[in-house]
């Protein structure tokens, strides 16, 4: 439990981080480039949460609603990276 925990906290911590990362490298095409990463960890976060329900650490009504956010979360991602012009193609909603 305290791993998947862990690996969870270090998943959605990446999101916001690597967001601010990319605002710094001073280009737009690298500023997609490090939009694209929350979008794998929202991705990682969400399969975590989905193990924890599997593995009765989690109510399903709380990993549904967390899941949730999470789904919002990617998606706000993968629009902003095709606003700046990364991955036109990017089909993960």
Do not use: W
Request: charged residues 25%.
């Amino acid at each position: 439990m305290y791993r998947l925990t862990s690996q969870l906290r270090r998943a959605t911590v990446g999101i916001p981080a690597n967001i601010a990362e990319g605002s710094g490298r001073g280009t737009q095409p690298d500023y997609a480039r490090f939009v694209g990463f929350p979008i794998g960890s929202a991705c990682e976060a969400e399969t975590l949460l989905i193990l924890s329900e599997d593995l009765g650490l989690m109510p399903s009504a709380s990993g549904e609603r967390l899941r949730e956010h999470v789904r919002r979360i990617r998606t706000m991602a993968v629009r902003f990276r095709q606003r700046l012009g990364g991955s036109k193609g990017q089909t993960i909603d």
